[in-house]
């Protein structure tokens, strides 16, 4: 339901943009051109959260693996910093999509 609501709002956003600059006093005294270049701005926050939303998928779907890769060496000895090699690059990414959210939102 997600994809429909964002393609019925991009399509909103391209056709209202038909409309920018047109010679009417009453777009121009509301502000419309002001209002599509907000529209704009927020039309590129909600891509960049899709991207960011896509990257923290990725983040998951390593962690999964090596919660499994963990799970399945119960009997064999673990290395503190075998463990701090692989979870620093996950715990890198996953800081920087969380500062990208926290920027958007």
Known sequence: MAHLTLAHLY??????ERLRGLDSDVLKA??????????????????TLRNVISD?????????????????AEDKPLHAASLKHLLE???????RQTEKLSNLI
């Open 11 to 16: 399509g909103l956003q391209e056709r209202m």
């Open 89 to 95: 690059p996950l715990h890198d990414s996953l800081h």
């Open 30 to 47: 509301s502000g419309f051109d002001c209002m599509l270049d907000e529209l704009q701005g927020i039309a590129a926050n909600v891509s």
């Open 56 to 72: 923290v998928a990725g983040i998951d779907e390593a962690i999964e693996l090596l919660l499994g890769l963990l799970q399945t």
